[in-house]
């Protein structure tokens, strides 16, 4: 069908070229200056700079790595462990996180908030550039979520290859190692006790003893992240003690999800493991126990009294109770009643006398009444505990509590602040003032006016800023009370006691370096120095490379500028010889 703009049939489509279009010889006198225009190819960005060196050139261990965590002891111990690892490897850790290459965010998945901090970090960090790095029990108990896709995950039994996902996560990949660490089928404690760490305070050893609950509380996502008990043998732990002693600690704190739970996995328990460290224990250095529930502690009272008179065990014991209604309880799996917790504080408190009890509270956790509540108020008005955590309930997912009928949200608001106000309405040590104490000073204050110093039941002492005082056992007579605190004045014929012979390390020095460790970071640093050597050589031959391309480019620019205007001229003669 012709079109309708046609008037003809054309028979060839050289017919297009009509009598009336202009010769080859019109067109080249018409334009004097015919230079054919050459197709500009895409250049990749890499080959736009021969002096910028090729991709996978980037070096790792020269990165400034930013640690962050949130959470509990145990993440704390993490950190530590990781950051004394990447430090050994040549990164440097910084506090300054605008300047870091690389953010290690180790992350706490107990609460809501503290997801929301590691979220907003998260993406803080991409609106930076900033490689990353996640670690802790958010992405280990939800490895799956949205705003984990595509980044570099390490879990919290594999923190001894650390090293490996951050050298990858630098070079771009993306790395994810959430596995568990097992032994003949038979599940690990965690990564090893002995690896090199950089304490956030050279004066304090956090040691978890284990990994891991033998619960199964509706409201926990941790148990989610950190799995059944396991728990580390009693020598590595002794020994671990032992070589922080030797770099100058003083105070060492026994963490994990259950401390008391310690040992039913492996045949011991934990009076066991306290009396073998406790013989390692030089004197005026403390030992501080972490959090134990009441179920796995019911069994060894005597035994834990004992231990908790010693002079180098401060007499201090965090035991949650989470709930004085013995239905919450219930709806919790808690796996004791109220009467339980009460038969633990009082022998407690009848056997070392003056023992401190700290102890968690939730407020408004799902089916909770105000009778529920109001049994609570009157457990904190009866103990008067010095230390109190009061948490509103968030529904953390994934858990049986979140599926439950959800008390309204002003309510658990209002109820914690209530029981916060009973908790604010008695000062614990007041009747303490003229008392004169030995206490162990470890830390500066927040304000840093002061010295943070600790007295036998672990309660908190304020002492003057004197540098001869930071790591020693002090007498000071209290003269002043606050809430959370007292403050004491230094005895002036008082003698200071050094817990240690050994000088402690600087802040941010790396502890632990074993020989075996060393064997491996020799081998890494020659395997990083040939790695260099190579990027090197490969950068000198790409730019070579880039210079041979370049000069083949401009040969071929003009050999087709050469052979158009050739084509031209033959076009030209030929018109006029015809």
Known sequence: MLSASCG?????????????????????????HVVPKVRRRHTPKYLQDENSPPSDSTIPGIQKIWIRTWGCSHNNSDGEYMAGQLAAFGYKITENASEADLWLLNSCTVKNPAEDHFRNSIKKAQEENKKIVLAGCVPQAQPRQDYLKGLSVIGVQQIDRVVEVVEETIKGHSVRLLGQKK??????????????????????????????????CTYCKTKHARGNLASYPIDELVDRAKQSFQEGVCEIWLTSEDTGAYGRDIGTDLPTLLWKLVDVIPEGAMLRLGMTNPPYILEHLEEMAKILNHPRVYAFLHIPVQSASDTVLMEMKREYCVADFKRVADFLKEKVPGITIATDIICGFPGETDQDFQETVKLVEEYKFPSLFINQFYPRPGTPAAKMDQVPAQVKKQRTKDLSQVFHSYNPYDHKIGERQQVLVTEESFDSKFYVAHNQFYEQVLVPKNPIFMGKMVEVDIYESGKHFMKGRPVSDAKVCTPSISKPLAKGEVSGLTEEFRNRLGNHLSSVSHSSAATQRDSASSRMVLQLQRLHQDCALKMSVGLALFALLFAFFVKIYN
């Open 8 to 32: 003809t049939l054309l028979d060839d489509i050289e017919d297009i070229v009509s009598q009336e279009d202009s010769k080859p010889q019109d067109r080249h006198f018409a334009r004097k």
């Open 183 to 216: 032994d003949n089928g038979k599940r690990l404690g965690g990564a090893r006790l002995d690896l090199p760490k950089i304490r956030k305070n050279p004066l304090i050893e956090i040691i978890s003893i284990n990994t891991g609950c033998l619960n199964a």
